[in-house]
């Protein structure tokens, strides 16, 4: 089981920049795929992005393409997503995610997760 905790969190403007970190400890947390997931206010919880374990590959949700980027540092068992031109659609607590057993794009469905961290809050005014 890999544990997860998220930090960064906080409240910006429309078009700010936010960058939100998860460290992640347990087995085999190097070959995990991390990912980050999140949960507007009224709203289920939605797939964001998702790397490798070797930081090569990456996946998107169609919304935050071109806007955020995930990246993961192996040696520090940590993963990050900067979140660039920010939108009051982006409000939401964000999720970090990691699995074991999936790709970059199975992640992308919440069954697939094996792990949460507790959440991040982001708020965007405009």
């Known amino acids: 089981q890999v544990q997860l905790v998220e930090s960064g969190g906080g409240s910006v403007q429309a078009g700010d920049s936010l960058r939100l970190s998860c460290t992640a400890s347990?087995?085999?947390?190097?070959?995990?795929?991390l990912g980050w997931f999140r949960q507007a206010p009224g709203k289920e919880r939605e797939f964001v992005a998702a790397?490798?374990?070797?930081?090569?590959?990456?996946n998107y949700a169609d919304s935050v393409k071109g806007r955020f980027t995930i990246s993961r540092d192996n040696a520090k068992n940590t993963a990050y997503l900067q979140m660039d031109n920010l939108v009051p659609e982006d409000t939401a607590i964000y999720y970090c995610?990691?699995?074991?057993?999936?790709?970059?794009?199975?992640?992308?469905?919440?069954?697939?997760?094996?792990?949460w961290g507790q959440g991040a809050r982001v708020t965007v005014s405009s």
């Open positions: 995610a990691a699995a074991l057993s999936s790709t970059i794009w199975t992640m992308a469905k919440e069954q697939n997760v094996e792990s």
């Open positions: 347990g087995r085999a947390v190097s070959t995990a795929v």
């Open positions: 790397i490798s374990w070797s930081a090569v590959s990456t």
